[in-house]
């Protein structure tokens, strides 16, 4: 794939040489990156990253039918609580397009990075979970069928302040390409995630307790990723499944079950493979 930014800009050649500035979150998003600056062009190269894309199926719809200002005002109300969900879960909000939402989480722990990466792909995973809850929950965007897409990939990126004036921060590469293609091409009311973040997340247990009794959104999750399982690992495995899910069970009465299944997802030009709940 080509390397492009995430409003599907084509990157020059030029912009193609970067200088690795920092492998750390605050180091990428340092205020030296973040404002006008000489060094305003140049690009961090990020070895792992979580990139998370989100859409609202029917959209279009539903703008025919209540117009483009109610439909602005939902989508402005809906993205506030999704830049509240993302900084609980210590995400970074890139930008919005539209009824399009897009974020990034980094790994910035030098000492432990595929615990640092798995930690930020858990709550990007977390993240999508409960974004549709919330998409779900709104009385108008359900009785409008209109569910959300969501795409998650994990691994390198380009990230920095764009040459181009009033451009902003950006992020560039074949992973942001990927996240966008799963959130693309995955069903409504889905959240895909590529074949990298399946291998890093298979069979672990997430817990989160809720941060408050008066956040309806705050909820714990249990989930498993399916796989091809033999006959002698079967038994081992369900009563192993048994045991954490009724551990999570204790954690309260919102604990959800949520398995990823592999799918073939079909593209204008290919079959991308990924894992869908």
């Not at 029917?58 to 999704?82: M, P």
Request: contains cysteine; charged residues 20%.
């Amino acid at each position: 794939m080509d390397l492009r930014n995430t409003n599907h800009t084509p990157f020059s050649l030029q912009e193609k040489h970067c200088v690795v500035l920092s492998p750390t979150v605050s180091k990428v998003l340092s205020p030296t990156l973040e404002t006008k600056s000489s060094a305003a062009n140049l690009k961090s190269c990020i070895k792992n990253a979580v990139v998370i894309f989100c859409d609202l199926s029917g959209f279009q719809q539903l703008s025919v039918k209540y117009g483009d200002i109610t439909c602005a005002r939902l989508v402005d109300s809906l993205f506030s609580e999704f830049d509240v969900l993302a900084a609980d879960l210590h995400l970074s909000p890139l930008k919005t397009n539209g009824d399009q939402y897009i974020a990034v989480g980094f790994s910035g722990e030098l000492s432990s990075t595929t615990h640092s990466l798995l930690n930020a792909l858990v709550n990007a995973i977390e993240f999508a979970f409960r974004a549709r809850e919330l998409v779900n929950s709104n009385d108008l965007l359900a009785s409008s069928s209109s569910q959300l897409r969501v795409g998650i990939a994990t691994g390198s990126l380009l990230a920095g302040q764009s040459a181009r004036p009033l451009a902003g921060f950006d992020i560039w590469g074949t992973t942001v390409n990927r996240a966008a293609m799963l959130e693309q091409y995955t069903a409504p009311n889905t959240i895909a995630i590529c074949e990298k973040s399946y291998s890093l997340v298979k069979r672990q247990i997430m817990h989160r307790s809720s941060a408050s009794a008066n956040n309806p959104c705050s909820f714990n999750t249990y989930f498993t990723c399916g796989s091809n399982r033999n006959a002698n690992t079967e038994l081992s495995t369900r009563e192993h499944d048994k045991r954490k899910l009724s551990e999570s069970k204790m954690c309260g009465e919102n604990c959800k079950e949520t398995t990823f299944l592999p799918k073939q997802l079909h593209t204008k030009t290919m079959l991308m493979s990924a894992y869908v709940c």
